[in-house]
Nanobody
Framework: QLQLVESGGGLVQPGGSLRLSCAAS????????IGWFRQAPGKEREGVSC????????KYADSVKGRFTISRDNAKNTVYLQMNNLKPEDTAVYYC???????????????????WGQGTQVTVSS
C-alpha cells in the first residue's frame, strides 16, 4: 500500500524559504503524478502545484507562481516543493497526494487524488 509522508515544514520569516519533501513507501511513484495542496485554518483546501509522472509537466496555483517549484526524484521516490519568498498567506498545513491514474501525460490539481499524507505545518511569520 502506497503511503506518503510529508516533511520540511516549519516556522520561517516572510521572504524566507523552505523545501518540503513528499516521500513514498510501499510502492513506486514512477508512474503517478503528485499534487501538493494546503489548508489554512478556517479555509478550504486548495491546490498548490502538481507534477506529472514523467516530471515533464507541472502546474502552479496563481498565488505561488514564480515563487514555488515542484520537482521529483524517482530514484528517491520523493517529490519536492521548493518554496521561496514565502508570505504570511502561505501559512497552512501542506499535504501531498497521488493522482491514481497511471502515466497520465498532464497534471492538474482538480483531479481526484488519493493516498494523502498526514501533512506538514508551514508558518510564515515575523
Amino acid at each position: 500500500q502506497l503511503q506518503l509522508v510529508e516533511s520540511g515544514g516549519g516556522l520561517v520569516q516572510p521572504g524566507g524559504s523552505l523545501r518540503l519533501s513528499c516521500a513514498a513507501s510501499g510502492s513506486t511513484l514512477d508512474y503517478y503524478g503528485i499534487g501538493w495542496f494546503r489548508q489554512a485554518p478556517g479555509k478550504e483546501r486548495e491546490g498548490v502545484s502538481c507534477i506529472s509522472s514523467s516530471g515533464s509537466r507541472t502546474k502552479y496555483a496563481d498565488s505561488v507562481k514564480g515563487r514555488f517549484t515542484i520537482s521529483r526524484d524517482n530514484a528517491k521516490n520523493t517529490v519536492y516543493l521548493q518554496m521561496n519568498n514565502l508570505k504570511p498567506e502561505d501559512t497552512a498545513v501542506y499535504y501531498c497526494a497521488v493522482d491514481p491514474v497511471p502515466v497520465r501525460l498532464m497534471c492538474d490539481m482538480t483531479y481526484e487524488y488519493n493516498n494523502w499524507g498526514q501533512g506538514t505545518q508551514v508558518t510564515v511569520s515575523s
